[in-house]
């Protein structure tokens, strides 16, 4: 089974741990992987060693509602789920459409100002919800491109 990976960031947490352990690494990291379209059932069901092994150790959800507003797109989802609000709140109400987004509704790469990168198949969340301008880096293209250039990034930062 393949799945396709839409969004995966890296974001570099500012600030240290209340109580960092000896020779521990100061900057804390989200991983934030999103999965387009694919039913919870089917992920599960599905020989993924190394998502299991995330799901294990991370916080994750399987049932997550990004949003009950517009139709069932991925924009208006992708922006709800990295925004926390409602379309009609951030604007984006179908895929394509993004002059109406509100700006005063920040995505949490945004939040992290320049401290991300991303990996991304399908180029708009890049380039329209995202915004590359807030990325430290960023890259766009096939599942297994853009899975190995994250990898690299994990490995090398």
Same mark, same amino acid.
């Given at each position: 089974?393949?799945?396709?990976?839409?969004?995966?960031?890296?974001?570099?947490?500012? !600030?240290?741990?209340?109580?960092p352990e000896?020779?521990?690494?100061? &900057?804390?990291?989200?991983?934030?992987?999103?999965?387009?379209?694919?039913?919870?059932?089917?992920?599960?069901? $599905? %020989? @993924?060693?190394?998502?299991? *092994?995330?799901?294990? %150790?991370?916080?994750?959800? &399987?049932?997550?509602?990004?949003?009950?507003?517009? =139709?069932?797109? #991925? +924009?208006?989802?992708?922006?709800?789920?990295? @925004? !926390?609000?409602?379309?009609g709140?951030?604007?984006?109400? %179908?895929?394509?459409?993004?002059?109406?987004?509100?700006?005063?509704?920040? @995505?949490?790469?945004?939040?992290?100002?320049?401290? =991300?990168? $991303? +990996?991304?198949?399908?180029?708009?969340?890049?380039? #329209?919800?995202?915004?590359? *301008?807030? &990325?430290? =880096?960023?890259? %766009?293209? +096939?599942?297994?491109?853009? @899975?190995?250039?994250?990898? *690299?990034?994990? $490995?090398?930062?």
């Amino acid at each position: 089974m393949r799945l396709t990976v839409l969004l995966c960031l890296l974001c570099g947490a500012c !600030g240290e741990p209340e109580t960092p352990e000896p020779n521990a690494d100061p &900057l804390r990291r989200v991983l934030i992987i999103g999965l387009d379209g694919t039913r919870p059932d089917c992920l599960t069901a $599905a %020989t @993924t060693p190394r998502l299991d *092994e995330l799901l294990e %150790t991370g916080a994750f959800s &399987l049932n997550a509602d990004s949003q009950s507003q517009a =139709a069932t797109q #991925s +924009a208006p989802g992708w922006m709800s789920v990295l @925004t !926390g609000v409602e379309p009609g709140k951030h604007g984006v109400v %179908t895929n394509g459409e993004y002059g109406d987004r509100d700006s005063r509704y920040k @995505t949490v790469v945004q939040l992290f100002d320049g401290a =991300a990168v $991303a +990996a991304v198949h399908w180029g708009q969340i890049a380039w #329209s919800i995202l915004g590359v *301008e807030t &990325l430290a =880096a960023w890259t %766009t293209g +096939a599942d297994d491109f853009v @899975t190995d250039w994250m990898v *690299e990034r994990l $490995a090398s930062d």
